[in-house]
């Protein structure tokens, strides 16, 4: 399909209870990183299915579990934990980033939510002693967040895609976003990304996460993205040129 006729894409998001202030996401994107990580997350804070975003006139894909479907797209939380956890499967593509973004992004204010932190990998050639997370984030979040944190900045580059249109809604309002970005591998889903993921998260949000069952949590999980890793590198062969940030 052509760009231009390409329609602008359709996003609802259905919310079952109140979220969190804090929303922390995870998007299907090359090494499966951030969303290995957000998984990880709502299933060791013992969050549950709270709602879930539709999106038309995009690729479609519904997951399931033993003969259960489920939305691609979904929102879990608890009233014993300050966090909603955004957990994304279906692949958004560069040219309907915006219209998905801009549905999050009213939400989230509509909603009350005051910040927004992405978990992401970046396929960038890297050396073992870039193995470790990086930030980017609009000045709120790193006043708030960042201040007396170990984690460094990541160096002079761009984001695209969703990434980009959440950081730069947060520049222009008071919504504070932040992207927690690793170099990631080809395999999906590396573990020991999202793992760094997590640990960065710890350090920045304050959560307490047991990072000890990841290996094994990933393990249980690899076919399954693995699968979803392969449609995703069969749709971005077609939709997108490789993700564009630069250490």
């Known amino acids: 399909m052509n760009r231009d006729q390409r329609t602008r894409p359709t ?7 109140d979220p969190a202030g804090h929303l922390v996401a995870g998007f299907s994107t090359f ?5 290995t990580a957000v998984d990880y997350l709502r299933t060791e804070l013992g969050l549950t299915e709270a709602g879930y975003i539709t ?6 894909i519904t997951p399931f579990e033993n003969g259960t479907p489920r939305h691609h797209t979904r929102l879990y939380d608890s009233p014993d934990r300050d966090v909603t956890v955004l957990l994304n499967e279906l692949f958004v593509p560069p040219w309907a980033a915006e219209a998905f973004s801009a549905a999050v992004l009213a939400w989230a204010d509509a909603n009350a939510v005051e910040e927004i932190t992405i ?8 050396g073992p002693d870039d193995h ?3 930030y980017v984030a609009t000045e709120d979040y790193q006043a708030e967040r960042l201040q007396g944190s170990d984690l ?8 695209d895609g969703v990434n980009a249109s959440l950081v730069g809604q947060g520049m222009d309002t008071d919504l504070r976003v932040g992207v927690i970005v690793t170099p990631v591998h ?15 998260l710890e350090d920045v949000v304050g959560l307490a996460v047991d990072t000890e069952k990841l290996a094994a949590f990933a393990a249980d999980v690899e076919r399954y993205y693995a699968e979803l890793a392969q449609r995703f590198e069969q749709v971005a062969e077609d939709e997108q040129s490789p993700d564009r940030m630069f250490m």
Do not use: K, N
């Not at 460094?152 to 984001?159: I, K, N």
């Not at 395999?187 to 640990?199: F, N, T």
């Open 132 to 134: 470790r997370a990086f």
């Open 31 to 35: 090494g499966l990183a951030g969303l």
């Open 11 to 17: 996003v609802e998001i259905t919310h079952e209870t």
């Open 186 to 200: 080809q395999q999906a889903p590396d573990v020991q990304a999202a793992l760094r993921l997590v640990e960065a």
């Open 55 to 60: 999106v038309d006139d995009l690729p479609a």
């Open 152 to 159: 460094p900045a990541m160096g002079a580059g761009y984001l």
């Open 119 to 126: 978990l992401s990998g970046v396929p960038v050639p890297h």
